[in-house]
């Protein structure tokens, strides 16, 4: 069973950025879909950036493409998201979460970590 523990979440003020992590352990296979989500007081989750570990592909909502850059160390089994320009409709609990390739059915969840941007 995948253990996930995300980390790096801050307060920040608008326009600057700042790093995520999310740190994997009891992986069982070779490649994962693994998804960052976050979810504002009030709001639904919302799902912001995608990727498959095995072929690196990876898709972003529209709130974030161009700003938000989501990647793994396959070494490291550390899932990262570099955000940019962060603005004040980013502030959120974000997650990381991990399934498998086939429908990308996310079975292993983080904590979540804070993310403040005013």
């Known amino acids: 069973h995948v253990q996930l523990v995300e980390s790096g979440g801050g307060s920040v003020h608008t326009g600057e950025s700042l790093t995520l992590s999310c740190k994997g352990s009891g992986w069982e296979y070779d490649s994962y879909c693994m998804v960052w989500l976050r979810q504002a007081p009030g709001k639904e989750r919302e799902g912001i950036a995608r990727i498959y570990t095995g072929l690196g592909n990876t898709n972003y909502a529209d709130s974030v493409k161009g700003r938000f850059t989501i990647s793994r160390d396959n070494a490291e089994k550390t899932l990262y998201l570099q955000m940019n320009i962060l603005k004040p409709e980013d502030t959120a609990m974000y997650y990381c979460?991990?399934?498998?390739?086939?429908?990308?059915?996310?079975?292993?969840w983080g904590q979540g970590t804070q993310v403040t941007v005013s």
């Open positions: 979460a991990a399934g498998g390739v086939n429908r990308c059915l996310l079975s292993s």
